[in-house]
């Protein structure tokens, strides 16, 4: 689990968007030891799953057929079969939105939005996923099995999140890229953070507070 | 559903050969009777079907591919430039041409306005629409232009332009379901992908659908269909509007039901609309089918600007 960080505007988005191949770029980039160019959209979209940051649908889909449309690439391209729809219940159950499965996804609040198009990127499948902000709109308990449903699926993927909220970082991820100005700035593990590069990061005065084993974050204005 | 829309178009087919001009019983038809039957009026009523079906079929498309209800062959530009190419058919004395003349105005058009609204490999919803209204207005001047050069030609010009079925032929009916066919074939291995082109572009080809491949295949069928329906029936505006968006109301969401639905719907609405045009008036005097769509349509298109703004705004 790796987590990305920085400041607005300070190139997070864009490097996941390349990283998802949305966006063309120059350099090496390698996916499984093969360039990622010579890769194809198709089997792209078999090992990486994208969340974008803004997500958006003009058909009045419900949410059950929203999260089915993740297993298109698995599909045989005209029907989705038996197996995709039991991947999409057990998707929609993971991410604890079975009850929503028949209501209209635009008609849904921005969070249950978020976990429903969350559910839709898991029931991919895939080896790689690549999230810009997936806990934005989320509430705090949902926030918490999300993250939980990531720690367990950690072992046999890789899962890049964007994320802001420094404290749920810090405790939850092990690994950290540290974005300003465009520029990738550190690729830390935990026990490499230290306050005042954090600091310099983000611009303000960020400091750790140690309680109950627990390392908590505070910040305030220089 | 399906079955409604079925017995629907089945309802306007029976009715659309049994009334007319002329009186004919369907079971003892004299040698007359039969020749009006059968190379008039059949012809007629299948041509109004097939025309309904191609514009609510290429309504559908541009509506997927530039992910707005406002969509269709003639908000695009493509009608009336398929009409400028006619027009020009009409003026040279081509008349068994004006498909193909048809066909390549609009190819020209679509192809103008989707250059025009590329932006680095990928095409601008927006800004196709603002062309495609461009091109309209060009279109039609040119068409203005070529009625006032030519003063042999302008009944005949004013005449097809205002769209109708009188001219309809067995082969044109044959040609232009071939062309249906073709069309549906096209794109009926994409059902899935075209579903998935209704999220945003991101999300669509990260999903693996390679949208703009896509696109240019849903506009060329989408062309055609347009240019040899007004090629055959001159400009019939708004079938392409109506009936997509009262068949998404019904529920006909999915594209594995709106494309079939929209060539049933469209057939069923245009013979009825044809039959309506052609007996409305006494002693066998017709309307112009073009006016009644357009009439209607136009009401249709303030409904929708009125009271389903929100709706407009979802698909942006």
Redesign the interface.
């Known amino acids: 689990m790796v987590a990305v960080l920085g400041n607005n505007g300070s190139g997070k988005s864009t490097f996941l968007?390349v990283l998802?191949?949305?966006m063309d770029f120059t350099g090496d980039y390698r996916v499984g030891n093969r360039k990622f160019q010579e890769i194809s959209?198709?089997e792209?979209?078999?090992r990486?799953?994208?969340l974008?940051q803004?997500?958006?649908?003009?058909?009045?889909?419900d949410a059950f057929?929203v999260v089915l449309?993740?297993r298109?690439?698995h599909?045989d391209?005209?029907?989705?079969s038996e197996q995709d729809v039991i991947y999409t219940e057990k998707a929609m159950k993971t991410f604890d939105v079975f009850h929503l499965k028949d209501r209209l996804f635009?008609a849904l609040s921005g969070g249950e939005k978020q976990r429903v198009l969350l559910a839709r990127v898991m029931n991919?499948d895939t080896d790689i996923f690549l999230l810009d902000e997936p806990f934005s709109g989320i509430d705090i308990l949902h926030q918490i099995k999300v993250v939980d449903i990531f720690k367990r699926l950690q072992r046999e993927k890789i899962i890049m999140v964007v994320i802001h909220d420094l404290s749920f970082a810090i405790h939850h991820f092990s690994r950290f890229l540290f974005f300003r100005e465009g520029l990738l700035l550190y690729d830390m593990g935990r026990n490499e953070l230290d306050p005042e590069k954090l600091s310099d990061i983000f611009g303000v005065r960020v400091g750790f507070v140690e309680q109950n084993k627990r390392m908590f974050v505070y910040t305030e204005e220089i | 559903m399906r079955l409604i829309l079925l017995a629907a178009l089945l309802t306007a087919f029976i009715a659309a050969i049994s009334a007319g001009a002329v009186k004919i019983d369907l079971f003892n038809m004299s040698e007359i009777e039969r020749n009006i039957f059968l190379d008039v009026r059949l012809p007629r009523v299948v041509l109004a079907g097939l025309v309904g079906a191609a514009l609510a079929l290429s309504g559908v498309l541009f509506q997927y591919v530039m992910?707005?209800p406002l969509a269709d062959s003639f908000t695009t530009g493509v009608s009336a430039s398929s009409a400028m190419g006619a027009v020009i058919a009409i003026m040279l004395g081509l008349m068994p041409y004006i498909p193909l003349f048809a066909l390549a105005g609009g190819l020209a058009g679509l192809c103008l306005v989707s250059r025009i609204a590329s932006h680095r490999g990928r095409i601008q919803p927006i800004t196709m629409l603002l062309a495609g209204i461009v091109l309209s207005t060009f279109a039609s001047a040119t068409i203005s232009f070529m009625k006032f050069l030519s003063d042999d030609a302008v009944s005949s010009i004013i005449f097809w332009l205002m769209g109708g079925f009188q001219a309809a032929t067995a082969s044109k009916d044959m040609i232009l379901f071939a062309v249906i066919c073709l069309s549906f074939l096209m794109i009926r291995?994409d059902?899935?992908?075209l579903?998935?082109l209704?999220?945003?572009d991101?999300?669509a080809?990260?999903?693996?659908?390679?949208v703009n491949r896509l696109r240019k295949k849903l506009f060329f069928a989408a062309a055609l269909l347009t240019a040899f329906s007004v090629g055959y029936a001159g400009i019939i505006g708004f079938v392409g509007l109506i009936i997509p968006h009262i068949l998404?109301l019904g529920n006909f969401?999915?594209a594995s039901y709106l494309l079939p639905a929209s060539l049933i719907g469209g057939a069923a609405f245009m013979i009825a609309t044809d039959l309506i045009a052609r007996t409305i008036l006494q002693e066998g005097q017709e309307l112009p089918v073009g006016v009644i769509t357009s009439s209607i349509g136009g009401v249709f298109f303030l409904y929708l600007l009125i009271k389903r703004r929100k709706e407009l705004f979802?698909?942006?």
């Open positions: 968007n998802s191949g949305q959209q198709q792209c979209a078999r990486i799953g994208f974008p803004e997500a958006a649908l003009n058909m009045p889909f057929y449309t993740g298109f690439i599909s391209g005209r029907m989705y635009n991919m | 992910k707005n291995d059902y899935l992908k579903d998935i209704c999220f945003d991101t999300t080809s990260s999903t693996g659908v390679d998404r969401v999915k979802y698909f942006n």
